[in-house]
């Protein structure tokens, strides 16, 4: 008689135990420090791909062990709870507690309150409502506390830093990332349903939005940046046709970036934001495409000319083209287009002249004469709704009939979904993760891309696509274009990949 099989919990508890071992190893082995909350802990520890599935394995099998232990009502307060945890990162941001104290010291967690306070306070307010607010405040940082976002080793005493607050005190890029996360989007979270059921009414009586009233929300003075993000697409507000949380939020018609653009210090921000977080995720940062995608394979007789559209006042993905391996051998020039560059501009990049700007919007057509050979889209496309993808996309099939040989890069997330049909993507070399194709992920790491998904239909109306609806996509904007290759990045560690698409000529 074949012994009992394990109780789950006793399955997952082991998996834990097997894989947090095998990191530790690693990290002895390699002179790494073990995961702490003391500052200087590195923000990422660098693991080898294996010990990072081993990683993931270990934190997918404590999240499903925690949501066994807790059992149903447990689970459903937690997640209840969750809709009240930003609320003490958002008052570390906007009081800038972690540069309230220095890293390696310690104060009272009220005498921190106190100065918090006491810097934001305006003349003449009354001792009554002082006290009370360094109450709340107090309040904000046992959360905090208890979100192991500063470390108090014992109730009431004082608190210190942990490795994240002083990270943040140390990276004052990562305060933009932040910032933008809970004044920009975290607003808009709570508006989805509702924006869902007022669309079904509109839609239900007639053909137009009901436009909330205009609103204006004063936000700080951000650190100005040309760093804009690479989606600012229209050339002039306008109302949009589907409401989303972010319309119901800030009471307004427009879209996200139109809103943005309205207050410079909040667009910066955001700008800011999202150069920060490419730069701090696996295959987000610039050089990931780079280094996922055969470059140097599409050169032929003559060397490339490479259109990055959407590519933002900086163009960070142009220059990190220019500088590689590639930038001698394969370019011939990279032109940046983006809705808010006033001119064409040539800025010196590895050799003279490789890097050029272009104002562009890409609603419009793609102007022929550039006879580009690669139009590079960069975490463009998953801030737009299906349609006005195709819009897009749509632009660059005339640009595509002039030159034979030219294709679309679209460098996005691919999240996990169903097999594609037959004719739309390729199959992609099974990696276990699921996003670009192979097996579906753990919950706990598909719950990571549901919520950028959601994010994406909070404030743009628009998804995080698998294959099936990037195919779908690509497809609608015309029939003749077909995806050639699907490409992981960051090794298949990331649900960033790089989608080749052509057009199919006869």
């Known amino acids: 008689m074949s012994p009992a099989p394990q109780p789950r919990t006793v399955q997952l508890a082991s998996s834990i135990l097997e894989h947090t071992t095998i990191l530790e190893s690693f990290l002895h082995e390699n002179g790494l420090p073990s995961p702490s909350f003391d500052p200087g802990t590195p923000p990422k520890l660098p693991l080898s791909p294996e010990v990072e599935k081993s990683l993931e394995m270990a934190l997918s099998s404590l999240d499903e062990l925690t949501a066994l232990l807790m059992g149903p009502m447990g689970w459903l307060l937690n997640q209840i709870g969750h809709a009240f945890d930003l609320a003490s ?7 800038k507690v972690p540069s309230k104290f220095p890293v390696g010291s310690k104060i009272p967690i009220r005498a921190l309150s106190k100065l918090c306070v006491s810097s934001a306070s305006g003349e003449g307010v009354d001792k009554g409502t002082v006290a009370d607010s360094e109450d709340k405040m107090t309040r904000l940082m046992q959360h905090a506390v208890s979100n192991y976002l500063l470390l108090q080793e014992s109730p009431g005493g004082p608190v210190s830093h942990t490795a994240l607050s002083a990270m943040v005190a140390q990276v004052p890029g990562l305060y933009y990332w932040i910032g933008s996360a809970c004044e920009d989007m975290w607003p808009s979270a709570p508006h989805v349903v509702h924006a869902i059921m007022q669309n079904n009414l509109n839609n239900s009586t007639s053909n137009s939005i009901t436009p909330p009233s205009e609103t204006t929300t004063n936000h700080e003075n951000a650190k100005s940046s040309s760093q804009q993000p690479a989606s600012s697409g229209r050339t002039a507000p306008q109302p949009v046709t589907t409401l989303t949380g972010h319309n119901l939020a800030e009471q307004t018609t427009v879209t996200f970036f139109d809103t943005l653009r309205k207050q410079p210090a909040r667009m910066a921000r955001f700008g800011n934001a999202m150069s920060v977080m490419q730069n701090m995720m696996p295959g ?21 000319t490479v259109v990055d559209v959407g590519g933002g006042q900086n163009g960070d993905f142009a220059h990190a083209l220019a500088a590689s391996k590639h930038g001698d051998t394969i370019l011939n020039k990279i032109v940046v287009q983006d809705l808010d560059l006033k001119k064409t501009e040539t800025t010196d990049s590895k050799r003279s002249g490789i890097v050029e700007f272009m104002h562009h919007d890409f609603f419009s057509e793609q102007p022929v004469w550039l006879d580009a050979d690669v139009y590079f889209l960069r975490m463009v496309l998953h801030d737009w709704s299906d349609g006005d993808c195709v819009r897009i996309l749509r632009g660059l099939v005339p640009a595509l009939e002039r030159k034979k040989k030219g294709r679309i890069l679209i460098n996005d997330l691919v999240v996990p979904g169903p097999p594609p049909p037959s004719g739309l993507l390729p199959s992609a070399t099974s990696d276990g993760n699921g996003p670009a194709g192979g097996g579906p ?66």
Request: glycine letters at 6%; hydrophobic letters at 45%; a negative charge.
């Open 441 to 506: 992920p753990s919950r706990y790491i598909e719950r990571q891309m549901r919520r950028q998904d959601l994010a994406m239909m909070a404030m743009f109306d628009s998804k995080e696509r698998n294959e099936e609806q990037w195919g779908a996509v690509i497809k609608r904007a015309d029939e003749r274009l077909g995806v050639k290759s699907v490409t992981r990045c960051a090794g298949g560690m990331s649900p960033m990949a790089v989608i080749e698409v052509v057009l199919e000529q006869e």
């Open 284 to 304: 987000f940062d610039a050089t990931a495409a780079l280094e996922a995608y055969d470059w140097a394979g599409l050169v032929s007789t003559t060397k490339l």
């Open 89 to 95: 990162l958002h008052a570390m941001y906007r009081y």
